[in-house]
């Protein structure tokens, strides 16, 4: 028998590797210059297991982002020549998807000023590369900003009091709030025996942050999908679903009260 068929059987079937898309947005007279160069050969070091998509338009971004499953989007200055414009568009975007975005900026103060007015909630996944455009930085944002492990958002770590209602059982559990972002929350849950894929709805209460919502009142209700158990079972990581405009409003509110009172810590972007 053929030594490389035995060895297939005896590995099992190979696992499909799922492509990566990454969107690649850059201005057309902007072709050949050093930045892209780099840009590209930072690409090259990727991988081939990555396809990367390249647009000299916005409006073409948009419609590319609503039809492919983008990981990553790489946003080169010379798209709008202006930081405050980019991090306008990219605010449009996340209001899409929640998709990491990188950054390559010529004003490094005037992107990080117009981030923390439209995007702070999400710096922990988004990054940023200096023009001109080291290859090495680059290829070492690129790999982080796509890579698996990723967040969709900056998490905001808390110790309060909530309750957790569980589909399967219709019973309304007390737990403990431990971090919450744009896309999810973790909850501490004893003596609950959570399983992974369970669907729950959070409550929270608003009085505890010292928020009151004019729809909501003093409690916002949200609804998460169980995606990690701690080794003990104790703790759930969730990830949020069928959020809501308003609900995604009074999440932004709330997410802005605790990074900036002193009571919630939050971990800071570095690297």
Not at 98 to 108: C, M, T, V
Not at 202 to 228: N, S
Not at 231 to 247: A, M, N, R, Y
Request: proline letters at 3%; hydrophobic letters at 35%; aromatic letters at 8%.
């Amino acid at each position: 028998m053929d030594s490389d068929y035995t060895n297939q059987i005896l590995s099992g079937p190979r696992k499909k590797v799922k492509k990566k898309y990454i969107l690649f947005l850059y201005s057309k007279e902007s072709q050949g210059s050093h930045d892209v160069k780099a840009i590209e050969r930072g690409f090259q070091r990727g991988g081939k297991n990555q396809i990367i998509i390249r647009l000299h338009s916005p409006e073409e971004g948009l419609k590319v982002l609503m039809l492919k499953s983008i990981d990553l989007i790489v946003l080169d200055n010379s798209i709008f020549d202006d930081e405050v414009t980019s991090v306008e568009f990219a605010a449009e975007l996340k209001k899409r998807r929640k998709i990491p975005i990188l950054f390559i900026a010529k004003d490094e103060q005037r992107l990080i000023s117009a981030y923390q007015e439209h995007l702070r909630l999400y710096e922990e996944l988004d990054d940023y590369v200096l023009s001109p455009v080291d290859p090495i930085d680059f290829s070492h944002r690129f790999k982080r900003s796509s890579s698996e492990g990723a967040r969709a958002a900056k998490r905001f770590n808390a110790d309060a009091e909530i309750e957790v209602f569980r589909l399967l059982d219709s019973k309304t559990h007390k737990s403990r709030l431990r971090d919450l972002s744009m896309v999810g929350l973790g909850i501490l849950v004893p003596n609950v025996n959570i399983k992974r894929g369970e669907q729950i709805r959070a409550i929270i209460d608003l009085r505890y942050f010292g928020l009151f919502h004019p729809q909501f009142g003093d409690v916002f209700k949200v609804a998460a999908t169980v995606r990690r158990l701690s080794i003990d079972g104790s703790s759930i990581g969730c990830s949020l679903e069928h959020v809501t405009p308003i609900q995604s409003e009074c999440l932004t509110t709330l997410l802005e009260r605790m990074s900036t009172n002193a009571i919630f810590k939050n971990g800071n972007r570095t690297g």
